[in-house]
């Protein structure tokens, strides 16, 4: 994700790997400078990794005729769900139930994700996922804020 406008929380999403079962992945985006000063913020989505305490593993390497740093950053949570949240959305299917609330639904070979939103500060709707058989399952609910 980019500085700058749209996206949740001030964050737009630049680039992104297609998500499978691998070992690696790779992607190449070319990430605009306006002015002097840029900043990227690249978030590797490693769920195997997720309850890990350790940092996640992956290399980045940046080409440029103009120094660059490249340094590692903690982030929370909040900032891995907002990454995904909106990859989902731009990716993933939409629908609308009750008029408040949508339901993104973005399907691969790696799995589903599925995120529901409440557009409504006054409605509410009680939503049920059927995970039966399902493995591997990550729910914001029980990640710790």
Not at 37 to 58: K, N, V
Not at 88 to 97: D, F, I, R, S, Y
Not at 132 to 141: F, H, K, N, P, V
Request: proline fraction near 6%.
């Amino acid at each position: 994700p980019a500085e700058g406008e749209g996206g949740r929380g001030g964050l737009q999403v630049v680039g992104f790997v297609k998500r499978g079962i691998q070992e690696q992945a790779f992607t190449s985006v070319t990430l605009e400078l306006d002015g002097y000063e840029g900043e990227y913020l690249a978030l590797p989505l490693c769920f195997h990794q997720f309850d890990s305490t350790e940092p996640r593993r992956y290399v980045a390497c940046a080409h440029s005729n103009a120094p660059v740093l490249l340094q590692p950053t903690q982030i929370g949570h909040a900032e891995l769900a907002a990454a995904l949240a909106e990859v989902a959305a731009e990716h993933g299917e939409q629908k609308v139930l009750g008029g408040v609330v949508f339901v993104t639904t973005w399907k691969d070979e790696a799995g589903a994700v599925i995120m529901v939103e409440n557009a409504s500060p006054s409605a509410y709707m009680h939503v049920t996922i059927d995970c039966e058989g399902s493995t591997g399952i990550l729910s914001s609910r029980s990640v710790p804020p």
